[in-house]
């Protein structure tokens, strides 16, 4: 059974960071595409930056590029969004999701992905 937990959000000014994780168990092939969704009131779901977790590659949407980081810790099983310079435009709901897709990049459809967290909520204050 596939589960994934985030941790790591809350509220922080304008201009700080937070470090969210993504803590899996049950993924038993040896490549996923996990990616970081964000979904603020009354918008879609966007991607925000994904890992491919056999090659490392990684992807990010152009409203975080040089502000977030994703990266992993193969030991623990944990995927990490490090983000910095937050602004109040960032505020959402954070997922966690995870699947086998036919292209690993943070445009990936959501709908691509069949294992979601319950998500953790990032609010930035102005």
């Known amino acids: 059974q596939v589960q994934l937990v985030e941790s790591g959000g809350g509220s922080v000014q304008s201009g700080g960071s937070l470090r969210l994780s993504c803590a899996t168990s049950?993924?038993?092939?040896?490549?996923?595409?996990i990616s970081w969704f964000r979904q603020a009131p009354g918008k879609e779901r966007e991607g925000v930056a994904t890992?491919?977790?056999?090659?490392?590659?990684?992807s990010y949407a152009d409203s975080v590029k040089g502000r977030f980081t994703i990266s992993q810790d193969n030991a623990k099983n944990t995927l990490y969004l490090q983000m910095n310079s937050l602004k109040p435009e960032d505020t959402a709901m954070y997922y966690c999701?995870?699947?086998?897709?036919?292209?690993?990049?943070?445009?990936?459809?959501?709908?691509?992905?069949?294992?979601w967290g319950h998500g953790t909520q990032v609010t930035v204050s102005s």
């Open positions: 049950g993924l038993t092939y040896s490549r996923y595409c």
């Open positions: 890992i491919d977790t056999d090659d490392g590659g990684k």
């Open positions: 999701a995870a699947d086998r897709v036919p292209l690993c990049s943070a445009v990936a459809r959501f709908l691509w992905f069949g294992y």
